[in-house]
């Protein structure tokens, strides 16, 4: 109203527990904007972030044990094993997505460090593909499952929708699980582990949880406008896979990265 003071949006006065349950439903971007109000709703924001983006809150499900999570963690410190997939997404976009395993990626000389900590920690070694072709020994494995075995890697095809170049990246693909039903999957990589991420089968499984920290390759079309770009796969494992993503709410986009519109700069 006119000639009556305005008061800009902060978290002057809101209890922090208030404050919290107002972020759970603020977009990422609306997040962004209230911090750079002033320097409590910055520290508001940065303990709401450390809280509700953290990356123990996707490990403890797989790792409820204090040591086991500690030494997990220590491996990714000096091994290097990257976090990929929907757990990593979770962390940026909040959600929870049901069912969904936690998908390792190491280098291929690390490999056995990590079984150790994953066998340390309660998990069993529950089946493997191996190359030469992860293609074919897929459709060999879905002619031939039965019975338990029709768990494996039923919700994990985005490993699979793969280019020839990625079979030639992929040493491995391992499931471990644990008798709480946690599941876990091995992806041994011939090089560096951001390699295999990289040949994905679209952008938004493109962010990868490292022990210091987190990175989504798309931000804006992943977490703002909720775009997929399509990368390869016409097989029915890609389909499968994206169509996966596309019932969570994203949008498929199919067109090359080279598309003058396609890093949105033309969206608000």
Request: aromatic share 10%; charged share 20%.
């Given at each position: 109203?006119?000639?009556?003071?305005?008061?800009?949006?902060?978290?002057?006065?809101?209890?922090?527990?208030v404050?919290?349950?107002?972020?759970?439903?603020?977009?990422?971007?609306?997040?962004?904007?209230?911090?750079?109000?002033?320097?409590?709703?910055?520290?508001?924001?940065?303990?709401?972030?450390?809280?509700?983006l953290?990356?123990?809150?996707?490990?403890?499900?797989?790792?409820?044990?204090?040591?086991?999570f500690?030494?997990?963690?220590?491996?990714?410190?000096?091994?290097?094993?990257?976090?990929?997939?929907?757990?990593?997404?979770?962390?940026?976009?909040?959600?929870?997505?049901?069912?969904?395993?936690?998908?390792?990626?190491?280098?291929?000389?690390?490999?056995?460090?990590?079984?150790?900590?994953?066998?340390?920690?309660?998990?069993?070694?529950?089946?493997?593909?191996?190359?030469?072709?992860?293609?074919?020994?897929?459709?060999r494995?879905?002619?031939?499952?039965?019975?338990?075995?029709?768990?494996?890697?039923?919700?994990?095809?985005?490993?699979?929708?793969?280019?020839?170049?990625?079979?030639?990246?992929?040493?491995?693909?391992?499931?471990?699980?644990?008798?709480?039903?946690?599941?876990?999957?091995?992806?041994?990589?011939?090089?560096?582990?951001?390699?295999?991420?990289?040949?994905?089968?679209?952008?938004?499984?493109?962010?990868?949880?490292?022990y210091?920290?987190?990175?989504?390759?798309?931000?804006?079309?992943?977490?703002?406008?909720?775009?997929?770009?399509?990368?390869?796969?016409?097989?029915?494992?890609?389909?499968?896979?994206?169509?996966?993503?596309?019932?969570?709410?994203?949008?498929?986009?199919y067109?090359?990265?080279?598309?003058?519109?396609?890093?949105?700069?033309?969206?608000?």
């Amino acid at each position: 109203m006119d000639g009556m003071p305005q008061e800009s949006a902060n978290m002057t006065g809101i209890p922090v527990e208030v404050a919290h349950l107002i972020m759970d439903h603020l977009e990422l971007m609306d997040l962004c904007h209230l911090s750079c109000v002033d320097v409590l709703s910055f520290q508001r924001i940065s303990e709401y972030y450390h809280h509700n983006l953290s990356i123990r809150r996707i490990l403890l499900p797989f790792f409820p044990r204090e040591d086991d999570f500690a030494l997990f963690r220590e491996l990714q410190r000096t091994h290097d094993v990257l976090v990929s997939a929907s757990q990593a997404l979770s962390i940026f976009n909040r959600t929870v997505y049901q069912n969904s395993d936690l998908d390792l990626y190491v280098q291929q000389w690390h490999r056995q460090y990590l079984v150790t900590v994953l066998e340390r920690a309660g998990y069993t070694r529950h089946g493997s593909l191996r190359p030469p072709s992860l293609r074919a020994s897929v459709i060999r494995w879905q002619q031939s499952r039965d019975g338990d075995s029709m768990t494996f890697f039923d919700d994990r095809s985005h490993i699979l929708t793969r280019s020839e170049y990625s079979d030639k990246s992929i040493a491995d693909v391992e499931e471990f699980r644990n008798g709480l039903g946690a599941v876990m999957q091995i992806i041994t990589c011939h090089g560096p582990p951001l390699d295999v991420v990289l040949g994905f089968h679209s952008s938004c499984v493109m962010n990868v949880v490292a022990y210091d920290y987190t990175y989504c390759l798309y931000p804006k079309a992943t977490l703002v406008h909720k775009v997929s770009i399509v990368r390869i796969g016409d097989d029915g494992n890609a389909i499968r896979a994206q169509n996966k993503y596309s019932d969570r709410g994203y949008r498929l986009v199919y067109r090359n990265t080279s598309t003058l519109n396609i890093d949105l700069r033309d969206q608000p």
